[in-house]
């Protein structure tokens, strides 16, 4: 069992040592002087977020961008709250920000993608962006996009999501665990092998969505409007999906309250896993899911006296201080606060992610309030 686990331990320090060194490369990007020009079309899918979606819309009325330019296209995925008055109520106290209100059609397995693409037809704008409803855009969001497209010329573009918590473990548990992907995320674009991203915040063109056949071939899997798609445009144009960079380009969503709850947003997010088109984040996700089942097995062989408590331990620490230094630099870059050593969480996330690794390669999931199978 030492040598499997060191052995893991190699490829593991390995990779995350590549997306540090990616990380570092992928440069902040500076907003220059320019009169905003590009007209946006916000697609914002929802379903029983009627206490989310008032701060969404909210934030969304502060935007600090020519009302000219923005649509929102709010698509009810059939909601039996009070969701659809809520849209109605913001409809009309915002009359000047062009908006419609949709009802989703399901056509696939998938909601969200049958939400996204029941608004698509009717976009009027060039540029598309998602986001969910239970989050909240900066007030420069989009002026920093424009001002990005404008510069960049990019098809596709892909932003940061960080969690807005409270001062309690479990809160700051789902913010490390979300840190690490949008380390993740960076540092695989700063490699030039990007596969991951997050829907709500994410850009594209309508013309790029139609080219390479929107959710078609990817609307077999219950999520996946976004890293997916994104694979599909890699596949079609790499060069012109990109990251951007940049503080104003990070939005803010809620941490989850319930233990099953998160367990099952991470086994929904897992089970995308099998649908990559490459080999690389399979390879990583193979790796990473290699070492935290190695690590509970070790401790499990130590306490029946089967393992050397130090070599546990060892390995424990030379883990615990790759993923620091990964997440020091995700945090410095989201947060912009000191990062507290996440002893506890690390001690713990390794017998979490095994549970949700292994159960998403068989088990169902709930969603919205559907039952979803792998």
């Not at 893991?8 to 009169?35: D, M, P, R, V």
């Not at 798609?229 to 144009?237: C, D, E, G, V």
Request: charged share 20%.
């Amino acid at each position: 069992m030492t040598l499997v686990l060191f052995f893991i331990l190699s490829l593991y320090i390995l990779f995350i040592a590549q997306l540090i060194y990616g990380f570092n490369k992928l440069e902040s990007y500076e907003k220059t002087e320019k009169k905003p020009i590009t007209a946006f079309s916000i697609i914002v899918p929802f379903r029983n977020e009627e206490k989310n979606l008032p701060k969404l819309l909210k934030s969304i009325s502060n935007l600090n961008y020519p009302v000219e330019l923005l649509e929102i296209i709010l698509v009810d995925d059939f909601s039996t709250d009070a969701s659809e008055r809520i849209c109605i109520n913001w409809r009309l106290a915002n009359g000047l920000i062009e908006s419609t209100l949709l009802e989703n059609l399901r056509l696939s397995n998938s909601p969200k993608k049958d939400a996204i693409s029941r608004a698509i037809p009717i976009v009027k704008n060039k540029w598309i962006i998602t986001t969910d409803a239970d989050c909240i855009v900066p007030k420069n969001w989009l002026q920093t996009l424009d001002n990005f497209i404008q510069n960049k010329q990019p098809e596709m573009v892909v932003g940061a999501v960080v969690y807005k918590t409270k001062n309690n473990w479990f809160h700051h548990f789902q913010q490390l665990d979300l840190m690490s992907l949008q380390g993740t995320t960076i540092g695989s674009f700063g490699l030039g092998k990007p596969f991951m991203c997050n829907g709500a915040n994410f850009a594209y063109t309508k013309n790029l969505f139609q080219e390479i056949g929107g959710f078609s071939g990817i609307n077999n899997t219950a999520s996946g409007d976004d890293v997916l798609l994104l694979q599909k445009a890699i596949a079609y144009t790499k060069d012109k999906v990109c990251y951007l960079k940049n503080e104003d380009f990070i939005v803010k969503t809620k941490p989850i309250n319930d233990f099953y709850e998160l367990f099952i947003q991470r086994v929904r997010w897992a089970s995308k896993t099998s649908s990559y088109q490459t080999n690389y984040p399979k390879l990583l996700a193979v790796i990473v899911l290699a070492m935290n089942v190695s690590l509970v097995v070790s401790f499990g062989l130590w306490y029946f006296g089967k393992f050397d408590l130090r070599l546990f331990a060892m390995a424990l620490i030379l883990k615990y201080g790759i993923d620091y230094v990964l997440l020091y630099k995700t945090n410095g870059y989201l947060r912009n606060k000191a990062l507290i050593p996440p002893l506890a969480s690390s001690l713990f996330y390794p017998i979490f992610s095994s549970f949700v690794g292994i159960y998403s390669l068989f088990g169902s999931f709930n969603w919205k309030g559907r039952k979803f199978k792998k």
